[in-house]
């Protein structure tokens, strides 16, 4: 759609630097949109496919490259409820210091949808090299390596509900 309207924009914009062009010769005016529109139809295309993998057909690993103890299990688990085929869990190589969603050729589209669902941006997701921090990815479409971004979100949640049952005895105290 952004692209769409950039191309409209310019046709726009060129209509208005170039007026004597379109004018003078509707050869020129005929051949310009013929071009332009050869441009949009390849984008949709290459984005249309991946998006609509199925998150069930996408197979991803979760590695804990934090240092809070069971991070990758916990984000196996979020990942699993949105329905993505998950891996064992492991631990990456090395810690990091933020989060990356890293992925397969073809997988960009679901590894942004995982991104967002963990609450990352679009920065954090990354092609699959060999320098990311995990060993073996196996089968993997899609690998998250967790770091203390999204492992403290995950411990701040259990905090919020020990500080609610203690508002709820504090309640209780009063009411005596």
Do not use: C, E
């Not at 290459?46 to 590695?63: E, F, G, M």
């Not at 942004?112 to 954090?124: D, E, M, N, P, Y």
């Amino acid at each position: 759609m952004v692209l769409i309207a950039f191309i409209i924009a310019t046709a726009v914009a060129l209509g208005q630097v170039h007026p004597v062009a379109r004018s003078t010769s509707a050869t020129f005016a005929t051949t310009a949109p013929v071009t332009s529109a050869t441009h949009p139809a390849a984008h949709p295309t290459t984005t249309t496919p991946p998006t609509t993998t199925p998150p069930a057909k996408v197979s991803v690993l979760v590695a804990n490259g934090s240092n809070v103890s069971g991070a990758a299990g916990t984000t196996s688990t979020q990942l699993q409820a949105g329905g993505w085929t998950l891996l064992p869990p492991v631990n990456a190589s090395s810690n990091v210091t933020a989060s990356v969603v890293y992925y397969v050729a073809g997988y960009q589209p679901s590894a942004v949808v995982i991104a967002k669902s963990l609450g990352l941006g679009t920065t954090a997701v990354q092609p699959l090299t060999s320098s990311a921090p995990v060993g073996k990815v196996g089968t993997a479409n899609v690998v998250v390596v967790v770091g203390p971004d999204v492992a403290s979100r995950g411990s701040s949640s259990a905090t919020t509900t020990t500080t609610k049952a203690a508002t709820t005895t504090t309640t209780k105290a009063k009411s005596h």
